[in-house]
């Protein structure tokens, strides 16, 4: 199947899935997803689950990337977004449709390099990667009115809820490896943080330190 077609039956798919957000919908058929993928895999790229992106991770299935990019979009601010897990740097390029400036931080060193050359490939200039641990968040640049996590942690890093902006929302999944996770969109108000419980989600394990 040719990848324009497979990806607009993608889009068809997220919408009947319950993605509204124009947006959204626009930036996941403005990124080629097949480009962040093994060749091996073809159209299947745009199928709805995730898939090896070598070292043992996986890139999202395209649903769970718009419904995180969607609540991120709510608490309304595009100037930059942090995210925790860069990957195969899809939800990077995503997410660099979106906002302005986009940093994202991988533990993994082949696979940030990988991610950095892919988005300068697509011509993507409003990403900046880095080699780290997520853990401690990317403090030079905070706050930040968004917060992507896309790797579980049993607890939430202290680090990331005070480099959130005040208003600003910070999307995660937490849970153990393997076992029920739950995404959480945490909002941080002037006197505290509110938690919400989204949904049940499987994601690989954040880990601390570089790999
Ligand atoms: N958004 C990615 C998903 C990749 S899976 C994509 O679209 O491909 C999650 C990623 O989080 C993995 O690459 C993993 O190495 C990374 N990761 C795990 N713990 C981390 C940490 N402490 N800091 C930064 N990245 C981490």
Redesign the pocket.
Known sequence: MHPEYARELMIQRLQRQGIKNPLVLAAMQQVPRHL?IDEAFGSHAYSDYAMP?G?G????QPYI?AYMTELLLQQGKRDKVL??????????AILAQLFKQVYS????GS?SNKAESRLAQLGIENACCRY????AGWVENAPYPAILV??APEDIPLALLDQLAIGGFLIIPVGKEKSSQQLLKIVRTRSHYEQHILEEVS???????V?
């Open positions: 962040f992106i070292q991770q996986t890139i999202s990337v995210e925790i897990g860069t990957g195969c740097g899809y939800q990077t931080i991988e533990r993994i696979l780290g641990d997520g853990y896309t790797a994601f690989v394990p954040l880990r601390e330190g790999g």
